[in-house]
């Protein structure tokens, strides 16, 4: 997609762009109240290579996820199921960092075609914004870091319960054994995936990147909205567990995040104070619907309740998360942050997220 | 200078996100060229840009996203609970010295759905709640600059579907009527919730600079994100109860949803740049038939999955039901939508 016209085009919108960064903010003064959150000012020392390649990282993980889960390979090597599933064969070209490998994991048993035609539909995806953001970052790609899609997620069961003693996930849990774990599995990451784009968005500094940004955080949202959907559906009353599982992970995640916030107040930011998740439990809307009455709703949208706006994480919550509190010792960032799904951290450039 | 910001405003056309309003974008068309689009300028006679300005502001593409946000939360606040937003939320915003006035709402049949479980009525309530709160959030940040509602007519849902062909054959029971059952419910909610996606992914990129640091994108990417959970809802559900019926015959709302899509298709091909090189911004459902084929819950670009995007005059296309150049008024919004971008272009 980058050919020399759209390069050009690109050179001509950023500096667009940053023309009109410098005529005056002050015209839009008075225009807005309060409910905006400002964008965190800080020193621009990072690229949108830099988040473009943190992205790149985060797909790598949920590709390798959903292509163990629906085909039983990782997205490199093609197998019999993907290829009859027309998945794409990832080219790992990436050279920034040190390249890892994938373990853990095996193909689901799944028994609902529901499920199943969902994980193949989502892997293909996934398996997609890998090539995507491999061919728009070219010579500046990060390389496939060390990814754990095995015992990470046993680790994670048993810190999740400690947040949520009364919803115990199993400790044995694995994604991979039915079409029910692996829906709560694809959970752990798919709204996480909405936060990081979200909250990249505002950081990127060329439109070209900020539409496919955008385009990527909306296809994410599609897929959240899909297991979140399923798993309502399976257990409408939270009698099954799952939604008692899904309320753990949430606070987890909103755990975690809070402390990648690092002691800065939230409303300084343009991030989330916690909670910044919500499990499917359903809920009291806190407004009357219409001009009636407030009224019991589910959550299929995880979203803050004041706004209805999608929660935005910075790259230090969602290196907490998915490195399961690797990102942080007591009130500093620790870098590279290791651990749960990325055992050696991710690859980034010198700049960049890890 | 004028000749870079020229270059400028057909790079901005070039990549799509350029609204119907500026004035240069009438001079620049996309055709076919081989595998790919090129930039085919027309003679430039119209208007020169002028400095660097564009020709709309941070508040009116805010405003544009609350027309449509009125239209959504009438439509699922009338399914979950038989009537719609409270006049607090449509009036004109204290202060507020702009020239649209506030419409009123053509309920048509619009009624709480009926025979719904208790769970799917749960979900309803979701939705008319998130959609209220988009509109209360959208006023709340424009204040006094907020555009009050235009006039909304609900009824438009039967002709649009006989345009569509969302007839009785297509559906296997009477005419169509979005209130009259929780899978009419779905099909009708499709007819807005792709398009929400797309309207804010055609949006965002559009706010300024200096909208970016006061916050505006991160807004229209977060309320993006919802409008894709919707989404990703309407589309899971329409795609689950096929696969749990069995056949398309057995449920014709799937098949339904698709000549809604082909429907947008129509209005749109040809009054705009569409977004991704295949020229089409909709992805038709798909009903599985074995553990082995994907689903297509998603709509996006098939070559790289990434979500489509639609110009606000592709938007108002649609949501006025007509392909037509010039139309400032229709469909849903018989008085036109109260915003800058409300007629339509090529």
Known sequence: MANLETQLLDEMIVKSRRKMLTFGAASLAGLMAGSFKSAEAQAATYTDSDILNFALNLEYLEANFYYMAAFGTTIDVANAASTAAGAPVVTLSGTVGTAGTVSGGSKVPFTTIEVASYAIETAIEEGKHVTTLLSALGGSAAAQPEINIGTSFQTLAAAANQVTPAENIPSGFSPYTSDDTFLVGAYVFEDVGVTAYHGAASLLTTSSNLVVAAGILSVEAYHAGLIRTTLNYLDPDGSQGLLGYTTSISNLRSALSQAGLLGVAPSATSYDANPDDYGLATFTTPTSLGGGSPATATRLVDANPADVVAFARNPTQVLNIVTGGGAVSGSTAVSPAKGVFYPNGMNAGPNGFK | ?346
């Open chain 2, 1 to 346: 200078m004028k000749t870079l910001d020229q270059l400028v405003e057909k790079a901005l056309s070039r990549r799509s996100f350029l609204a119907s309003a500026s004035a240069v974008a009438a001079t620049v068309a996309v055709t076919g060229c081989g595998g790919g689009n090129s930039i085919s300028p027309t003679t430039p006679t119209t208007t020169t840009p002028t400095s660097t300005a564009p020709a709309y502001t941070d508040a009116d593409i805010l405003n544009y996203a609350l027309n449509l946000e009125y239209l959504e939360a009438q439509f699922y606040l009338y399914a979950a609970t038989g009537s719609g937003l409270a006049s607090a939320d449509t009036a004109a915003p204290t202060g507020y010295s702009g020239t649209y006035t506030e419409g009123s709402v053509t309920p048509g049949v619009a009624a709480a759905v009926p025979g719904l479980t208790s769970a799917q009525q749960e979900i309803l309530n979701e939705i008319a709640f998130e959609e209220q709160s988009h509109v209360q959030f959208l006023r709340s940040a424009l204040g006094s600059a907020a555009v009050p509602m235009p006039s909304i007519d609900l009824s438009f849902f039967g002709p649009l579907a006989v345009a569509a062909k969302v007839t009785t054959a297509a559906t296997g029971a009477g005419s169509f009527n979005p209130f009259s059952s929780f899978d009419y419910f779905l099909v009708g909610a499709f007819i807005f919730e792709d398009v929400g996606v797309t309207a804010y992914s055609g949006a965002a990129p559009l706010i300024s600079a200096a909208g970016v640091t006061a916050g505006y994108l991160t807004a229209a990417a977060g309320i993006l994100a919802v409008e894709a959970y919707h989404a990703g809802y309407v589309r899971t559900s329409l795609t689950g109860r096929a696969i749990a019926a069995g056949s398309a015959t057995a449920y014709p709302y799937l098949g339904a949803a698709n000549l809604v899509e082909a429907l947008r298709a129509t209005l749109t091909v040809g009054n705009s740049a569409a977004p991704s090189t295949s020229g089409s911004v909709e992805t038709l459902l798909v009903l599985p038939t074995s553990l082995t084929t994907p689903s297509a819950i998603v709509a996006a670009d098939s070559s790289d999955a990434v979500g489509f995007a639609r110009t606000a005059n592709q938007v108002h296309h649609i949501v006025y039901g007509s392909a037509t150049v010039g139309v400032a008024k229709g469909g849903f919004f018989p008085n036109g939508t109260n915003s800058i971008f409300a007629t339509t272009t090529a």
